[in-house]
């Protein structure tokens, strides 16, 4: 069926479509230095807008890579701890703007 919103692919062929932040935590935790070195997310579609990137450093912790066209945002940003990264790619992803995504209505009461 494919991803509803994007997919987060790993070095070694894992694919989790619409990866919760546990599921992104299990696939940066999973990263090691010879043979699974990076994992992508990015919309399920051609020509992705934006994207994000995790890849393992030589010595230690993670490289985090996100960019998104629309929006003019490129970053470049390292981190030791997977829990961080899950959470922080997270909430970054839930801002992206997704084809068919239902607007958010903000109300007063």
Not at 34 to 55: G, H, I, K, L, R
Not at 56 to 81: F, P
């Amino acid at each position: 069926m494919g991803a509803q919103y994007y997919g987060a692919d790993s070095e070694n062929g894992d694919r989790i479509d619409d990866p919760s932040e546990d599921a992104l935590f299990m696939m940066i935790g999973d990263l090691n230095d010879s043979d699974n070195t990076f994992v992508m997310v990015q919309p399920d579609e051609d020509d992705p807008a934006w994207f994000a990137s995790v890849a393992v450093l030589d010595g230690g912790g993670y490289e985090i890579v996100r960019r998104d066209t629309t929006r003019n945002e490129h970053g470049i940003a390292t981190a030791a701890s997977a829990d961080d990264i899950a959470r922080d790619l997270t909430v970054w992803m839930a801002a992206r703007d997704f084809p068919g995504r239902p607007s958010r209505q903000v109300s007063e009461f």
